[in-house]
């Protein structure tokens, strides 16, 4: 079992950062492959990036890459998302997730967090 707790969003303008960051719960998060994804009003939740459980590997979506960083300190139990050059269209809540493969799909995840609201202003 993992628990995770999302933190870090807020109010943004257009061009701007924010990191968040994701804590998890137990002895066991070094095994898992962590991801990020976001879901916006009225749409279905889509992936942003994943780390695979060393942090050696890493995937993108297509419309993040080049702005956002995901990285993770397995002596803290702890996963990132740096994110730059925010456009409006990133305003979503952002969940963080953990699973088995280094995949894209919401269905491979097995545990989520609460997510945290960011927003981007124009």
Not at 69 to 98: G, H
Request: net charge positive.
């Amino acid at each position: 079992q993992v628990q995770l707790v999302e933190s870090g969003g807020g109010l943004v303008q257009a061009g701007g950062s924010l990191r968040l960051s994701c804590v998890a719960s137990g002895r066991t998060f070094s095994r898992y492959v962590m991801g990020w994804f976001r879901q916006a009003p009225g749409k279905e939740r889509t992936f942003v990036a994943a780390i695979s459980t060393s942090g050696g590997g890493t995937y993108y979506t297509d419309s993040v890459k080049g702005r956002v960083t995901i990285s993770r300190d397995n002596a803290k139990n702890m996963v990132y998302l740096q994110m730059n050059s925010l456009k409006p269209e990133d305003t979503a809540v952002y969940f963080c997730a953990a699973g088995r493969l280094l995949v894209h799909r919401v269905d491979q995840y097995d545990y989520w967090g609460q997510g945290t609201q960011v927003t981007v202003s124009s």
